[in-house]
């Protein structure tokens, strides 16, 4: 686990919360996370994430990438673009 952190994040923190979807905090790697409603418009959308353990809050921002039709409800199938299979 990472010492506890400032208040900056690297660009490093940034991609590695990205590589492994968001599932710890970037500052504490703490996986004790409240995810906020997403909100957004046309082709983009966001969700504010706090993090229960060291209560610092950070916005992950979303981008239309691809669209299913017909829409399916296994959302545990949907593949990220550029993924490898
Ligand atoms: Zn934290």
Redo the contacts with the bound molecule.
Sequence with gaps: MRAMATNELTDADINRYIETDGSN?P????DALYLGAVRGGTGIAFRDIT??????TWREIFYLAEIQYPAREDFARIERPGSVT
Excluded: G, L
């Excluded at 500052?27 to 703490?30: M, R």
């Excluded at 993090?51 to 610092?56: E, T």
């Design positions: 905090c500052f504490y790697a703490s993090c229960r353990s060291c209560n610092k």
